[in-house]
């Protein structure tokens, strides 16, 4: 129970007590997905009961982001900022690692957060929607622990270093009991499919404009797959 603790602890702001060791956790990133049960489970329990389609979707994204503490969220403002500048590698790594906050980063926020937004209170069943969209979000993040190459010492050079391969696998598995929702087996499969999509998207463009990742491209990450997510599930 020591790395899920140290997990719980890091991804989200529930009261847990004396912080856990966060090695054991590092030790072990492919558990990011039981992270998104608990994230999104909270959230589906919120919006059950809510008849309404738009105040369902608003509840269920405030309590993730607050949940979170708006730790990941505040990677993708970081990344709206990197994306908007111009020049060299060293200029944008500059604009996303800077404490201020710029217009790429409220651009990156309003759409991201309007895509989501759309996408819930489209999607049938909300409940089911943000619980998927959550677990996702998760896989991503243990997909891109494992796979981006870190660019500078941080967080996630750190987890990256204790990262193999395998976890690659272990994560996934994690994210199968979506499969036993009340949905059609092809639609978390497909979520899934998404979110590996959206992974390699990141890690690409993370090579190209910062020659790598760092926990701001990691955290935008989980941001955009929730978002890529549940407009996925709103067409379906």
């Given at each position: 129970m ?10 989200t702001t ?26 999104g ?8 009961p ?8 608003a509840?269920?994204?405030?309590a ?22 111009h020049?060299?590698?060293d200029?944008r ?14 651009a ?31 896989l991503?993040?243990?997909w ?15 987890l ?11 994560a ?10 009340p949905l059609?087996?092809?639609t978390?499969?497909a ?28 955290g ?8 890529g ?8």
């Open positions: 020591k790395p899920i603790l140290a997990l719980l602890q890091f991804c529930l009261p847990l007590g004396q912080a856990a060791d966060f090695e054991q956790f590092a030790r072990r990133s492919y558990l990011y997905p039981l992270a998104g049960y608990v994230t489970g909270i959230a589906a329990l919120l919006v059950f809510i008849t309404s389609p738009a105040l369902g979707a509840v269920a994204l405030a993730v982001l607050i949940l979170s503490g708006a730790n990941h969220f505040d990677g993708l403002l970081d990344l709206g900022d990197g994306l908007m500048a020049g060299s590698s200029k790594i500059g604009a996303m690692t800077d404490r201020n906050t710029g217009a790429g980063a409220v990156a926020g309003i759409v991201v957060t309007l895509l989501a937004f759309a996408g819930l209170q489209t999607a049938t069943p909300i409940w089911a929607a943000i619980l998927i969209a959550e677990v996702c979000a998760k991503a993040m243990a891109m622990t494992v796979l981006g190459t870190p660019f500078r010492t941080g967080i996630h050079s750190y990256h270093g204790f990262a193999r391969r395998s976890f690659l696998v272990f996934a598995v994690l994210a199968l009991p979506l499969l036993l929702l059609p087996p092809a978390p499969g979520a899934i499919a998404a979110t590996g999509a959206i992974v390699v998207a990141m890690l690409l463009l993370g090579r190209h404009l910062f020659g790598g990742v760092n926990g701001d491209v990691v935008a990450t989980h941001e955009i797959t929730r978002a997510v549940l407009v996925l599930l709103a067409l379906l």
